[in-house]
């Protein structure tokens, strides 16, 4: 008699688990300050998804400009999921001859896109940890993750780059990470 009883409050607590969750992510939902945030969830078996011709933006030898090399990336509906692919295509690095413009320790923590198509992503602090330094390698790596995906992805407009969920003032001193960026096309070569 008496194990009936605990698994009927068992039972209980479980459905008022749930319920109080379900309250609570959907209270979420209604916070902030009307920006909502979708996180970027890899789904456990592969997206249906097309492969879709992509420039990935990598550095010239000699580290002046950026170029375009060309890929061919899944791209699944999920605009999200597709930014998540050519970033880390761009940890990957260049194929064909290019520069790296990011370090290899670099991993993405999250991609979130607004409703205004700003994308804001999260990368460890390898990207800043391994960053060689200078003005010049810093545009370089900032524009590389900038223009491959707003060229790319036509729901992005601008990026805002985090390091470890934080804002941070610069990536390696120089230049300022605390607005989102636009592409620049005159870096492109």
């Known amino acids: 008699m008496m194990a009936k009883h605990y698994i009927g409050y068992l039972a209980l607590a479980t459905i008022i688990g749930i319920v109080l969750l379900l309250v609570m992510v959907m209270r979420s939902d209604d ?11 890899r ?8 492969t879709m011709p992509v420039h990935l933006y990598f550095s010239d030898q000699n580290d002046q400009f950026l170029m375009a090399e060309n890929r061919l990336l899944k791209s699944p509906e999920d605009p999200e999921f597709f930014a998540r692919n050519i970033i880390e295509a761009l940890i990957k690095g260049p194929q064909q001859g290019l520069a790296r413009t990011l370090p290899a320790t670099t991993a993405v923590r999250a991609i979130y896109i607004t409703q205004e198509g700003i994308c804001f992503v999260d990368l460890t ?3 800043a940890e391994g960053h060689p330094g200078g003005i010049h390698s ?9 223009n491959s995906l707003v060229l790319n992805v ?11 969920g934080n804002e941070s003032v610069t990536l390696a001193g120089h230049i300022s990470l605390q607005t989102p960026i636009k592409a620049n096309m005159l870096l492109i070569r």
């Open 125 to 127: 602090s390898g990207i």
């Open 154 to 164: 036509p729901t992005i407009k601008a990026v805002k780059i985090l390091i470890n």
């Open 43 to 50: 789904p456990t078996a592969m997206t249906p998804s097309q």
């Open 138 to 146: 810093e545009l370089l790596t900032i524009y590389s993750i900038v």
């Open 31 to 41: 916070a902030g300050d009307g920006v909502k945030f979708q996180q970027t969830v």
